[in-house]
């Protein structure tokens, strides 16, 4: 479990990223925290593996201080997904990948050999593993850097917008995959976005946050939609927009799913 314990951040130059968060996280879930720019949920993320240190309070995970371990030693143990993958140009995928196993103490052709098994987890093809990052797409630069992410086998995930640079479908398909990947290994997994249909779409529960760290709501996305707490939440959320309101008209024999604006969504199955 993580548990955020009236944490704050201040920056030096007198910026209060967090005010007095606290927050628990149980083990297996997949939370995402969702806010505009100013919120903290970066800041938030990380405090768990200390690439931030808070200025007050305590961020635990299974009831210790993570400030009473080893900074290398727990980034290590947690896997961390960023941006654009975040991977090495100068290395090749299958290295890039490896990286944390090896420095952990595992033989190097161990680790390739566990790197190329994590490939086809993430649903690339090992004929990948020896090209370099600049030699691969987008998508699935950010596979890799899931798979490298999962190298270590750490129970806790962290995702830090991962998704954001890539195209729509690709977004998808890439949200699919993180929801699979948690179905089948059951990590904990704390998800940053900026985005709150990708938080309804991956979060088990959503924390949406105000300026300074403050939680709007937390709950299941059903809960945000049907029941915000306020107009702050409801006006995030989309509660009035017309995409949000649909509805299944009858064409040529099917049925189709529609929103209030008539853009068409999808079709129902029989």
């Not at 635990?60 to 993958?85: C, E, F, H, M, P």
């Not at 409801?234 to 040529?252: H, M, Y």
Request: aromatic share 4%.
């Amino acid at each position: 479990m993580i548990e955020f314990d009236r944490v704050s951040k201040v920056y030096p130059q007198g910026t209060t990223a967090v005010r007095e968060f606290s927050l628990e996280i149980p083990s297996h879930a997949m939370i995402a925290l969702v806010g505009s720019s100013g919120s903290g949920k970066t800041t938030l993320l990380r405090m768990i593996n200390r690439m931030v240190d808070p200025t007050g309070g305590r961020v635990l995970i299974d009831g210790q201080d993570v400030r009473d371990i080893n900074a290398t030693k727990l980034r290590r143990s947690i896997g961390y997904v960023l941006q654009l993958g975040g991977l090495m140009p100068h290395r090749t995928v299958v290295d890039n990948i490896a990286t944390v196993p090896v420095l952990n103490g595992l033989s190097r052709a161990a680790a390739r050999r566990d790197a190329l098994a994590l490939l086809e987890r993430v649903g690339l093809d090992v004929s990948l593993a020896n090209r370099y990052p600049t030699q691969l797409s987008g998508g699935q630069q950010q596979r890799v850097g899931v798979a490298r992410a999962l190298a270590a086998d750490p129970n806790i995930l962290l995702m830090d917008e991962p998704f954001g640079a890539v195209d729509p479908i690709v977004r998808r398909e890439l949200q699919d995959e993180v929801r699979r990947l948690h179905k089948e290994l059951g990590k904990t997994i704390v998800f940053v976005t900026h985005d709150v249909d990708e938080a309804f779409a991956l979060g088990d529960e959503v924390v949406l946050l105000r300026a300074g760290g403050e939680i709007a709501q937390r709950g299941t996305p059903a809960e945000l939609l049907t029941r915000p707490a306020d107009d702050y939440v409801a006006d995030f959320v989309g509660v009035a927009d017309p995409s949000r309101t649909l509805e299944i008209k009858q064409v040529n024999g099917s049925r189709l799913i529609v929103d209030r604006t008539g853009r068409l969504l999808g079709a129902l199955t029989p």
